[in-house]
């Protein structure tokens, strides 16, 4: 059983603040997806990184996918009220089922 | 676009009845369709995976007699919860796959059921 971590599990910022989070796994992904969620919401997909070293940016956020692809990270700049949420990594294996992590759960403060 | 729905979105049952909750793709066909439930302030849980036209493949641990799963057409499964009871209450989501759900194939999630049982 592939075991995925992320840390930080909770992480609480002002507004204008930057921060990382992290995707871990002792394994190799073929891909590997951010999401955030909302409370009462499904997971909304940000991103799918494939190929290692893979860098890819989507407005304030930018995701990077390790050299060995077993691990991930997602920075964002000038947190907004807006980012808070739950954000999960969510990894295919080779052959097998999709795994999501535990997520980190991000409280951005006005 | 790729959009996932759900109905419905809350449902409250009492303790032994039965409760369905519908899985639509509503803008491509999917083969796959996967069934996850969330605890408060928990992560994602894989229930089962269904593709269509066969039986859904479940988790360990996840009682298929219970968690009852059609996936009937190529843009909707549905999830039956037989028997509700009290600790049976969770958020349950679907999402939905193009493809096999393999790798490198992005899974659609639906917005949720709020499932609580008295």
């Known amino acids: 059983t592939q075991l995925l971590e992320q840390s930080p599990q909770f992480l609480s910022i002002q507004e204008g603040e930057n921060l990382t989070v992290y995707c871990n796994s002792s394994s190799v992904f073929s891909s590997l997806q951010w999401y955030r969620q909302e409370p009462g919401e499904g997971p909304v997909l940000l991103v799918t990184v494939v190929t290692g070293g893979e860098v890819k940016k989507l407005k304030r956020l930018t995701f990077q996918f390790g050299d060995a692809r077993k691990d991930s990270s997602l920075h964002i700049t000038a947190a907004q009220p807006g980012d808070t949420g739950l954000y999960l990594c969510?990894?295919?294996?080779?052959?097998?089922?999709?795994?999501f992590g535990p997520g980190t759960r991000l409280s951005v403060l006005p | 676009g790729a959009v996932v729905s759900q109905h419905p979105s809350r449902v409250i049952c009492k303790s032994g009845t039965s409760v369905k909750i519908e899985c639509r793709s509503l803008?491509?066909?999917?083969?796959?369709m996967f069934w996850y439930r969330q605890f408060p302030k928990q992560s994602l849980m894989l229930m089962a995976t269904?593709?269509?036209?066969?039986?859904?493949?479940?988790e360990q641990g996840v009682e298929k007699d219970k968690f009852l799963i059609n996936h009937a057409s190529l843009t909707l499964s549905t999830l039956t919860v037989t028997s509700a009871h009290p600790e049976d209450s969770s958020f349950y989501i679907c999402s939905a796959a193009k493809d096999r759900g393999g790798e490198a194939d992005t899974q659609y999630f639906g917005p949720g059921t709020r499932l609580t049982v008295l």
């Open positions: 969510a990894g295919n294996y080779y052959g097998q089922n999709f795994v």
């Open positions: 269904s593709n269509e036209g066969s039986k859904a493949t479940y």
């Open positions: 803008d491509f066909q999917a083969t796959t």
